[in-house]
């Protein structure tokens, strides 16, 4: 598993979505990293880590390694930050070993109640759809561009270089099969949230969505905010999926203020 590290401080790991990479977190890294140990990781199958053929794709499967990340790393403990897909993996993560996860930030996750996900992830996983994007470079980076832009609530946000960054790790050999098995198994992914969810229950988390998102409903945060005794929910007015990168300085002001709180109601 490929990770970036900067700066010193209590540990905090940062967790991409399903097209992403480290190279999401780069607006972000330098200014978490001024008071903490920030660690951003590829997760195995995506960006640069290794892309083994028989990988488990389900998201306790992803939850499982980066906890083997944590133990190799030499993180007993961390504040675990989460996006997207990433944000279902930092929950079902923190369920398996809640003593490991201090506090949980969770940046438009992935969740049951969001019903775009459940009707697209199914049909783009599927066996006739999936061997035609997984065979089609070109077909690759034109569709990540047409979605990236989608991403954001004002395109014109888009900072030079982030097209070239999202569509190098997609020149690769396998570049979608681990998206493509995520997708596979959604509905299985969601039912391995659900349970998730109590064991959860009592640890301060921050929601942070976009009310522009066309990825993750952000009307679906009011039952996710359920979920915990502890939560603080920030919406960002016509931010989309992405506010780390559409709205950087603002974003790093919001997990920071977190971070340092004495108490989350």
């Known amino acids: 598993m490929r990770y970036l590290r900067a700066g010193s401080g209590p540990p905090l790991v940062l967790v991409h979505g399903l097209l992403g990479y480290s190279f999401s977190w ?25 892309r083994p053929v028989d990988l488990d794709c389900s998201f306790s ?59 697209l992830a199914p049909l783009i996983g599927n066996g006739a759809i999936a061997p035609l994007l997984l065979h089609s470079a070109p077909l690759l980076e034109i569709c990540n561009k047409v979605v990236l832009r989608r991403m954001y609530g004002d395109p014109r946000r888009i900072a030079p270089g982030t097209m070239d960054g999202y569509s190098a790790p997609l020149r690769l050999p396998n570049a979608l099969r681990y998206p493509l098995g995520v997708l596979r198994n959604w509905s299985r992914g969601l039912g ?51 506010p780390y990168e559409e709205v950087p300085e603002d974003f790093n002001r919001i997990v920071i203020e977190f971070l340092n709180a004495k108490r989350i109601p």
């Open 26 to 50: 780069r607006f972000a890294m330098p200014v978490l990293a001024q008071s903490a140990a920030v660690f951003a990781v590829d997760q195995v199958g995506a960006g640069y880590s290794d």
């Open 192 to 242: 391995e949230l659900r349970q998730a969810f109590p064991g959860i229950r009592e640890i301060p988390t921050l929601l942070v969505w976009g009310t522009f998102d066309t990825a993750v409903h952000p009307t679906s945060c009011t039952c996710l905010r359920q979920e915990f005794s502890r939560c603080r929910l920030v919406m960002m007015e016509g931010i989309g999926h992405l």
């Open 61 to 119: 499967a992803s939850a499982n390694r980066l906890l083997r990340f944590l133990d190799q790393a030499g993180i007993a403990s961390c504040d675990l930050l989460g996006t997207s897909h990433g944000g279902a993996v930092a929950m079902i993560a923190a369920s398996l070993a809640p003593e490991r996860v201090k506090r949980l930030i969770l940046v438009a996750p992935v969740n049951p109640w969001s019903p775009r996900g459940k009707l």
